[in-house]
């Protein structure tokens, strides 16, 4: 399995952006990088997931880089609404392919 | 459109007593998943669906979970003879395939507590 490394917590001032890291060293080249969030007493929510290139949509960009051993998700304004939970996930060809969570960074965005 | 639908939200059953969870997921998703989060936990996988076969039931945690899909669509988990220790909240997901390219969509969970 390709584990991912996040550290465990954050701050972010509301309005800016929050650029949160992921370590996956260990990537093989068919595996996607998938981040999600998990707001209290909700399930996870669906951000964004990537290969190689960078991806961007109305939530975030992802920004992985050349080697793929890492990634940034950015939020390029950050609100209170976007204090959570957030899971770098490797997604590797398993049977069923089902996401494996970690740890996870807890984002707090602060006024 | 809809998301994943999730019945009850909330769950409160006595020891000993069998329970069922439902799951709707997003309409033409073929594949389904089940997961389970417990207190201050992470997510622990319990079992996968492509259409109406379960071709990986390790992760259920004793042979008293099982968990059935009807029509490529509805999924019921269930759990008997609960344990205190199957308190927590079971989450469902869904996806377009079991492509690695295709996201998993979650629903909000049934929150189960055994008293």
């Known amino acids: 399995d390709a584990k991912t490394t996040q550290p465990p917590s954050m701050d972010c001032a509301e309005g800016r952006a929050a650029n949160l890291p992921c370590n996956h060293s260990?990537?093989?080249?068919?595996?996607?990088v998938y981040w999600y969030r998990q707001i209290h007493s909700q399930g996870p929510q669906y951000i964004i997931h990537g290969l190689k290139n960078n991806e961007t949509n109305e939530m975030a960009s992802l920004i992985i880089t050349e080697d793929r051993k890492s990634s940034t998700l950015i939020l390029p304004h950050a609100t209170l609404r976007d204090t959570a939970v957030y899971y770098c996930?490797?997604?590797?060809?398993?049977?069923?392919?089902?996401?494996?969570f970690g740890g996870g960074t807890r984002l707090m965005v602060k006024p | 459109g809809a998301g994943v639908s999730q019945s009850p939200s909330n769950k409160v059953t006595e020891k000993g007593k069998d329970v069922e969870l439902r799951c709707d997921p997003i309409s033409g998703h073929t594949a389904l998943y089940w997961y389970r989060q417990s207190l201050g936990q992470g997510l622990e996988f319990l079992i996968y669906f492509q259409g109406n076969s379960a071709p990986d039931k390790s992760g259920l945690p004793s042979d008293r979970f099982s968990a059935e899909r009807t029509g490529g669509s509805v999924s019921t988990l269930t759990i008997q003879r609960t344990q205190q220790e199957d308190s927590a909240v079971y989450l469902c997901?869904?996806?377009?395939?079991?492509?690695?390219?295709?996201?998993?969509?979650f629903g909000n969970g049934t929150r189960l507590t055994v008293t």
């Open positions: 996930i490797v997604r590797f060809n398993n049977a069923g392919n089902m996401l494996t």
């Open positions: 997901a869904s996806s377009l395939g079991s492509s690695y390219n295709s996201p998993l969509h």
């Open positions: 260990t990537i093989s080249g068919n595996e996607y």
